[in-house]
């Protein structure tokens, strides 16, 4: 596999959300979030170019708009992972030996989680990666909206999943995430463009429709995804509430 140098930035956006129709557009202090994400996006040191791919003409005209890079992709896409490939097949993928795929729901996204996810893909052998945070609290243990992580020795990972893995056979007293140092998921993927082409090709497999989560797929099938750690806060606005909260912050300044 060739070295990773020029890494893609794509923000997938749907319009349709049934807790929050038409999120991307939606007003957060005078901007809408996919300006925001756009704009915090655009600060990161490692990406050499960054695009929206959305399947909505709205958001497309939208972006381009206020100075964005927008492409049209199909509305059948089950992933974003599927949305991602589309849109370096439209910029065209011989621009790019990689990709970032950037939820396009967190509004106040850090440069510096994304600067730290393509740091882990330049590494040599490394093909997919993805960040992870180091739990610090028992209730991300039991949300089965949290997915944990396990990892061998070289930060590869071995298995994803909505329960708290490890189980911990004898938890003792206190805090469990006290007792071992349990891992959750930032949604942040970074792909190489040989093998972002190949997984897209791949089949949902039977760990993966079995928590419904896709990158078990690529497990089953062989491909290492290397675990980067992060210290940086994630807040993804997903209903209603999240979008109020979104709106104070802004406005507080945070």
Known sequence: MSQVVRILGVIPARYASSRLPGKPLVDIGGKSMVQRVVEQVRRSSRLADVVVATDDQRIVDH????????VLTSAAHPSGTDRCWEAMEVVGKEKFDGV?????????????????????LVQPGVSIATLAQVVTSDEDLDDPGEVLITVDSSMNALYFSRAAIPFLRDPGTGARHSRFRYLKHVGLYAYSTEVLEKIVRMPPSSLELAESLEQ???????????????????????????????????????
């Open 63 to 70: 972006v381009r708009g206020f100075g964005g890079q927008a």
């Open 100 to 120: 970032v795929n950037i939820q396009g729901d967190e509004p106040f996204i850090e440069p510096a989680q994304i600067d730290e996810l393509c740091a882990c």
């Open 216 to 254: 078990l797929r690529w497990l089953e099938n062989g491909v290492a995804v290397r675990v980067g750690l992060t210290e940086h806060p994630s807040f993804c606005v997903d209903t209603p509430e999240d979008l109020a909260q979104a709106r104070v912050r802004v406005r507080k300044g945070v």
